[in-house]
C-alpha cells in the first residue's frame, strides 16, 4: 500500500490558474491531472468555469462528465457509466473510493444502519459494515478495503478507526463535498430547522436562567430575614445578660458596711463576754496596785 501525500490549497489554486487560460484538450488534459492529483477532493470553483462548462457540449463530453462524477458521485456511479466515461488509473480509482466511503458516511450520519445489518447495535453511530464498502468500492477483500480506508486516514479525508472484530469502521469526521445546485433547497431547510432547534434550546435556558434568578432572589430574601432574627436574638441575649449581671452586682461601700454589721440573728454574746473580760483584767490590776 502506498499512502498519499497530501496536497496544499496552493497546489490546487495552481490548477485553477491553468484551467481559466485552458481550451478543448488541453482543458481536458488538465482535468484529468486534476482528478489525479493527490490531495486535491474539491472540484465545485473547476465546475463552475465558463470555459469548462462549455466541455459538456463539446467532443470532451465525457471528460466533463467524469468530473461531475468525482464532485457529486461515487465509485457506483462510475461503474453504472463506464462504458460512456473515460478509463480510470489507479489513483483515480482510490480517489473516486475515497470519495465514495465519504458519502457513505455522511448518510450514515443521517440514516443510521440498523441493528440487524451489522448484528451489534450502532444506531445513532456513524459505522459503515464492512460488507457495505466492499460492495460499495467493489473490493475484493478486507485487505483491500482496509488498506483503502487508511490511504484516506493519511490523506485527511476521513478520520475513525477500524474495527476489525465487528467488520465495520466507525467514522470519527469526514470531509464535505461538492453541492450541486438543486440540493441548496434541502440545505436550506436542514439549516431552517436548525435554527428553530437553536431558538427553542435558547428559549428554555433563558427560562431556567429566569427560574434560578427567582430561586435566587428567594434564597437572598431567607438569608436576610434570617440574620435579622439572628441579630435581633443577639441583642436580646445582650440586654438580658446585662439585666442579670446589673442585678448581681454590689456597691463596694455597701459591701464593706455588710461585712462591717453583723448579720440579723448572729449571736451578740461573744463581744460582751471580751468586754467583761476585759473589765475583769482592769479590776484585778486596781487591786494589785492598792495591796502594793
Request: hydrophobic letters at 40%.
Amino acid at each position: 500500500m502506498s499512502a498519499e501525500v497530501k496536497v496544499t490549497g496552493q497546489n490546487q489554486e495552481q490548477f485553477l490558474l491553468l484551467a481559466k487560460s485552458a481550451k478543448g484538450a488541453a482543458l481536458a488534459t488538465l482535468i484529468h491531472q486534476v482528478l489525479e492529483a493527490p490531495g486535491v477532493y474539491v472540484f465545485g470553483e473547476l465546475l463552475d468555469m465558463p470555459n469548462v462548462r462549455e466541455l459538456a457540449e463539446s467532443d470532451f463530453a465525457s471528460t466533463f462528465r467524469l468530473l461531475t462524477v468525482f464532485a457529486y458521485g461515487t465509485y457506483a456511479d462510475y461503474l453504472a457509466e463506464a462504458r460512456n466515461l473515460p478509463p480510470l488509473t489507479e489513483a483515480q480509482k482510490n480517489k473516486l473510493r475515497h470519495l465514495s466511503v465519504v458519502t457513505l458516511a455522511a448518510k450514515v450520519k443521517n440514516q443510521p444502519f440498523r441493528e440487524k445489518d451489522l448484528g451489534v447495535g450502532v444506531e445513532g453511530r456513524q459505522c459503515i459494515p464492512y460488507a457495505v464498502l466492499l460492495e460499495a468500492l467493489a473490493l475484493r477483500n478486507v485487505r483491500q478495503l482496509e488498506d483503502l480506508v487508511i490511504e484516506a486516514v493519511y490523506a485527511d479525508v476521513l478520520r475513525g478507526s477500524l474495527d476489525q472484530r465487528n467488520q465495520r469502521l466507525e467514522v470519527d469526521y469526514s470531509i464535505g463535498r461538492d453541492i450541486q445546485r438543486q440540493d441548496l433547497s434541502a440545505i436550506a431547510r436542514t439549516l431552517q430547522e436548525w435554527c428553530v432547534g437553536c431558538e427553542v434550546v435558547l428559549s428554555g435556558i433563558e427560562e431556567q436562567v429566569s427560574r434560578a434568578n427567582q430561586h435566587k432572589e428567594q434564597q437572598l430574601g431567607l438569608k436576610q430575614q434570617i440574620e435579622s432574627e439572628v441579630a435581633n436574638l443577639k441583642k436580646t441575649i445582650k440586654v438580658t445578660t446585662a439585666a442579670a449581671a446589673a442585678a448581681t452586682s454590689q456597691d463596694p461601700e455597701q459591701h464593706l458596711t455588710e461585712l462591717r454589721e453583723p448579720a440579723p440573728g448572729t449571736n451578740q454574746r461573744q463581744p460582751s463576754k471580751k468586754a467583761s473580760k476585759g473589765k475583769g483584767l482592769r479590776g484585778s490590776a486596781k487591786i494589785w496596785s492598792k495591796s502594793n
